[in-house]
């Protein structure tokens, strides 16, 4: 995919990812709230999501993926120890057009070049983002209430 690109997010990417990050929670949008009570939850549950991720990943990367020049989505991923990959998110109109499973082959191939496993979090309930990860050979490891733990290991290993 050679318009593919990525880069580091920055400040000024704030008002990309804001507007990502709510339209992938469709989950938030449909709560019966007011507009501005919806827009302050939204709020909330962003700043959540990057505490978390600085908190429990310092070291993670938070990079955005560009469709020549056009900002489409972000990746962040951790590769302190073994590759932690956090979150990846796409533009609605980018979606199903194999973008994510380009950025995880590279993920992949960086993994497989420093010989480290692939560890992710996926909603129990995205059955889409699953089947994108098993296809790729990610496999249980575990699961709770909300989230499936995967992993994917190299086959040189």
Same mark, same amino acid.
């Not at 990502?20 to 501005?36: I, N, Q, V, Y």
């Not at 959540?48 to 955005?64: I, M, N, R």
């Not at 590759?83 to 082959?105: F, P, W």
């Given at each position: 995919?050679?318009?593919l690109t ?6 000024e990417?704030?008002?990309?990812? *804001?507007?990502?990050?709510?339209e =992938? +929670?469709p ?7 007011a507009p501005? $009570? @919806? ?6 549950q ?5 505490a ?14 560009c469709?020549n020049?056009?900002v ?5 991923f951790?590769?302190?120890g073994?590759?932690?990959?956090i *979150?990846?998110?796409?533009?609605? =109109? +980018?979606?199903?057009?194999?973008v994510?499973t380009h950025v995880?082959? $590279? @993920? ?6 420093i010989d480290?496993?692939?560890?992710l979090?996926v909603?129990?309930d995205n059955?889409i983002?699953r089947?994108?990860y098993q296809?790729?050979?990610?496999v249980?490891r575990s699961?709770?209430s ?12």
């Amino acid at each position: 995919m050679p318009p593919l690109t990525m880069r580091l997010a920055d400040v000024e990417d704030q008002i990309f990812l *804001d507007a990502l990050f709510r339209e =992938s +929670r469709p989950d938030l949008l449909a709560l019966p709230l007011a507009p501005s $009570a @919806l827009a302050q939850m939204i709020a909330m549950q962003q700043m959540s999501q990057s505490a978390g991720v600085k908190y429990t990943y310092p070291s993670a990367q938070d990079w955005l993926l560009c469709w020549n020049q056009d900002v489409i989505g972000r990746v962040i991923f951790d590769v302190g120890g073994d590759v932690r990959l956090i *979150d990846i998110a796409l533009l609605s =109109s +980018r979606r199903k057009q194999g973008v994510a499973t380009h950025v995880l082959h $590279a @993920l992949q191939t960086h993994a497989e070049g420093i010989d480290k496993p692939i560890s992710l979090a996926v909603q129990c309930d995205n059955k889409i983002a699953r089947h994108v990860y098993q296809r790729l050979g990610f496999v249980l490891r575990s699961s709770d209430s909300l989230f499936d733990q995967m992993s994917w290991q190299s086959k040189k290993s």
